[in-house]
RNA sequence: GCCCGGGUGGCGGAACAGGCAGACGCGUCGGUCUCAAAAACCGAUGAUGGAAACAUCGUGAGGGUUCAAGUCCCUCCCCGGGCACCA
């Protein structure tokens, strides 16, 4: 009687052995072609979840199907285990965050194992880790060296409840923390940064260099670095007199041409000059009032389109570069300190924002850009000087068209990067008020964090000689282990980490006791890999170059700004830096679809975890790991549904049975019989192993199971619908070893059982080459087509798979069913589509 | 407002380059085995009409191109996501 298939009683079992064989232990082989397969690590949250199951279920068949290919494969895994949330665990049960994560990686890392990840345990890192961090603190170090960080005091993100400072990128939605979801305020704090800025252009072109990667993370990415063309403008300021004195504005701005449209000029609350040119006057009330008011508004309020614009006039004037007129100086709410310089030129008639202002406060409304059907174009078209200094429009218009009132510029025609923009701009240059120019959206990435548990800044506040870094001899500058985040401490707590000298001038000083983003400790981790030992420099060049870039990488769709974008960077700066030979870290990557139940994300505080080790506790981890790549494609996010397990588990039952009873009871007939049963088994074996290669390299893990399925059904039927004595046994061996190779990525613990205790191999069927197959071997002799009459189908007919068409349509008009439809009327014309159909047309 | 996705049976999904819509699985219904149930196995299963053969309809809506449209084009609706007073 066949040994029914129990999982739990092979799953440990093979996991032990794998260790023991070390079969997943990689070394660079210059004979192999490399294939580097990564999923994103984990942060040691607690137990692992449906979400990791899928992301590394993911994982693990690229990589063990790459290894069947003859690939050498770097498949390995660790934690990103520094951040905010063991502080929280930490407080909440009253212990050390480091207790609490490295207890949670030890769960996680036995999870992991349960499920049957191949990963090559002997790279295994994490990066609370000192021997990590401490190469962190070295690129801060070398990226210090090439004038990357910045120490500087501007308005930032601040998490009232994590008590930190944020990066934009980890401010989303309605301007909530990434991690917590509380509203954050703003707050005017000295902070370390990363010059990511200076690598917007690279990191905005290079997007064109990855073919590789989701056109919906390009888009994301090119959407966040936000690249606009222009010019920069520059206005004299006037005096309190009224006349011009030798302080001169900037303004940033993508449509120069319509300048002889500016009316007013706007200033952010928050610019500098605001208070200096309304001290003391009587505009000083007015302005404050708005200056305040902005000041205490949410980001959110403040952002609203809704909301009507408020604004007051200081008092003061600049003079407009192309007509000499002097136009006021307001301050406006709607204007961003954050963005271009923080002044705007205001052409009311162009930009909608400008025009309800203007509108508000009673400003004039010239137009200087009008199309053909516009009322004015006639009045206009040939009109330099200003005749028009309102219009009835609704809202504000000045996309394409020529320009008008406009000067010498007036019957250009103009538009965003149109001639206009061109030639305006080329007459400030030449008069030395303004120049092309382009601006960001990107902000620098602000990197330090008032937080306890992550990797300490190496830098050094010396009152004599500045702020200095740490030297390179002197790292790593060890995270103390004795701060009781219970307590509310963090390392400005502790002058015994705190207190020390200046390694330039060797007086008493003071360490800096912020900790860096953990997304530092992310940017990087994928290089590690590749020499996660080395204890003398952060990786070898050689083995670098070996194995990156990561050729899949595989994660969350919530990373495609955050640490998809700072990877990318950090990747450029370790170019320039010669420690790598690439500037693009993922060739491809595939942003796995999230994991979840009554249409929500599984979350904890929800209460709807389907907890994965209950699922492998019942049906093992092969039909969990199988069940969900078959669930849906990986891009998309599924739902959650558990009596689709049991089918799984249903089929590996199935597919168990078959093979052992074709080892037990083998058929008898003879060798190459060719009736058709035979022959379709025969062919669906080479169908299906194209099919399901073609899957696996599209990602396609739903469709190459169920592939499998079908040659698993077209066997059983053959199976049972034959009879021994007709039944070529080395065909049904073949079929046996097929499925269970084609399944080996999917169910590796299953397929392995099969392939050495039932099949009787030695070798490990993880080391088996994947089955070949013939596409001629897969074609069907005969095969059925549709025949239409005028676009519907009337009949079938099996002919020869190579018949040629004057004989398929012959045989298709002879057809009686065709007959009856073409009655009375004369075919016009007949379509063959070799394999699939005659289309005949008929009136 | 701008930029990406997506909308197919009761459900998850398939249809890769315009060629028979609904593969594969779940569920449901019927059957075999059983004292019975579970498991396993066999069969049916888009809708409507019909005993059946078969016919008609059918991929968010409406138009179009084509012998042929889930797939291409136009107009629009809905859902999800990103960005957003970005000058």
Not at 521 to 538: F, H, K, M, P
């Amino acid at each position: 009687m066949t040994r029914p298939y129990e999982p739990h009683d092979i799953e440990e079992k093979w996991q032990s052995v794998w260790d023991a064989e070390g079969l997943y232990s990689v070394t660079e082989d210059p004979g192999k072609p490399k294939k580097y397969v990564l999923e994103m690590f984990p942060y040691p949250s607690g137990d692992i979840h449906m979400g990791h199951v899928r992301n590394y279920s993911i994982g693990d068949v690229i990589a063990r199907y790459s290894t069947m290919c003859g690939m050498n494969v770097l498949h390995p895994t660790g934690w990103d285990s520094f951040g905010l949330p063991a502080e929280n665990a930490a407080i909440k049960s009253n212990t050390h965050p480091a207790a609490w994560t490295y207890a949670n990686i030890e769960k996680q890392a036995a999870s992991f194992r349960r499920m049957g990840f191949s990963y090559d345990w002997d790279r295994r890192l994490a990066s609370s880790d000192e021997e990590y961090y401490r190469w962190g603190q070295w690129i801060f170090i070398k990226f210090w060296e090439r004038g990357l960080v910045e120490r500087k005091s501007s308005p930032v993100n601040w998490c009232p409840d994590c008590k930190t400072v944020l990066a934009n990128e980890q401010v989303i939605g309605e301007g909530v923390c990434w991690r917590c979801k509380s509203t954050v305020v703003k707050r005017e704090l000295e902070q370390w940064y990363f010059k990511i800025t200076e690598y917007a252009q690279e990191l905005l072109d290079d997007l064109d260099e990855l073919p590789g990667w989701p056109e919906r993370v390009k888009a994301m990415q090119a959407n966040w670095i936000g690249r606009s063309e222009g010019a920069e403008v520059e206005f004299t300021l006037c005096g309190a007199d009224g006349e011009p004195t030798d302080e001169r504005i900037t303004v940033f701005t993508t449509r120069p041409d319509t300048l002889f449209g500016c009316t007013f000029f706007l200033l952010a609350p928050e610019h500098p000059l605001v208070h200096e040119l309304v001290h003391g006057t009587e505009y000083a009330p007015a302005v404050i009032e708005v200056v305040e008011k902005a000041a205490k508004e949410t980001a959110i309020d403040r952002s609203s389109t809704e909301k009507e614009k408020v604004g007051a006039f200081t008092g003061r004037f600049v003079v407009n570069p192309v007509n000499g007129e002097k136009v006021p100086v307001w301050v406006a709410d709607y204007v961003l300190m954050e963005y271009g310089t923080g002044a705007v030129m205001a052409v009311p008639c162009g930009d909608q924002r400008d025009f309800e202002f203007a509108r508000t406060y009673g400003l004039p409304i010239p137009p200087v850009v009008v199309t053909e059907d516009d009322p004015l174009y006639e009045q206009l078209r040939d009109q330099p000087e200003r005749l028009v200094t309102d219009v009835d429009w609704e809202i504000a218009h000045a996309d394409e068209g020529i320009m008008v009132q406009s000067g010498p510029f007036t019957g250009t025609p103009t538009g965003k990067g149109g001639e206009g923009v061109r030639k305006v701009i080329a007459w400030l240059e030449e008069r030395g008020q303004g120049r092309a120019s382009i601006n960001f959206r990107l902000r620098d990435w602000l990197i330090s964090r008032q937080r306890y548990w992550g990797n300490p800044i190496p830098a050094i506040h010396c009152p004599v000689c500045g702020l200095v870094p740490v030297p390179e001899d002197q790292l790593p500058v060890v995270l103390p282990m004795d701060v009781d985040v219970t307590k509310g401490e963090t390392l400005a707590d502790h002058p015994e980490f705190y207190t020390t000298i200046c390694p330039v001038c060797g007086g008493p000083a003071r360490r800096e006791t912020d900790t860096m983003d953990t997304f530092t400790c992310s940017s990087w981790y994928y290089l590690r890999y590749c020499d996660a030992r080395n204890d003398s420099a952060i990786w070898e060049k050689e083995k670098a170059d070996y194995w990156m870039p990561v050729d899949q990488y595989i994660g969350g769709i919530e990373h495609a700004i955050l640490h998809l974008l700072y990877s990318r960077f950090f990747t450029k700066v370790f170019r320039d830096l010669g420690i790598v030979d690439f500037a693009e870290p993922f060739t491809n990557l595939l942003t796995q679809g999230m994991v979840k139940l009554d249409g929500f994300t599984m979350s904890k505080s929800r209460g709807n975890v389907v907890p994965p080790d209950e699922m492998i506790e019942r049906y093992g981890a092969d039909a969990l790991r199988a069940y969900i790549l078959f669930m849906a494609p990986p891009d998309k996010d599924l739902e959650w549904s558990q009596e689709g397990l049991e089918g799984m588990h249903r089929f590996l039952g199935r597919a168990w049975r078959y093979v052992a009873e074709v080892v037990e009871e083998p058929g008898t007939g003879p060798e190459g019989a060719d009736d058709d049963s035979t022959k379709t088994l025969r062919r669906e074996r080479h169908r299906v192993v194209g099919k399901v290669e073609g899957d696996i390299e599209r990602f396609q893990f739903n469709t190459a199971l169920s592939a499998m399925m079908e040659l698993l059904n077209a066997a059983t039927d053959h199976r049972r619908l034959v009879k021994s004595e007709l039944r070529d046994a080395v065909l049904e061996r073949e079929v046996a070893e097929t499925l269970v190779l084609l399944l080996a990525p999917y169910v590796p613990h299953m397929a392995e059982e099969l392939w050495r205790e039932v099949l009787g191999h030695e070798e490990s069927v993880h080391r088996v080459s994947w089955p070949t197959w013939d596409s001629d071997a897969a074609a069907a002799e005969e095969v059925e087509v549709a025949v239409q009459v005028n676009g519907k189908v009337r009949a079938r007919l099996v002919v020869d798979a190579n018949a040629s068409e004057d004989v398929v349509r012959e045989a298709a008009l002879a057809l009686p069913k065709v007959a009856e439809y073409i009655a009375g009327k004369s075919v016009r014309k007949v379509v063959f589509v070799p394999g699939k159909l005659v289309s005949i047309v008929a009136n």
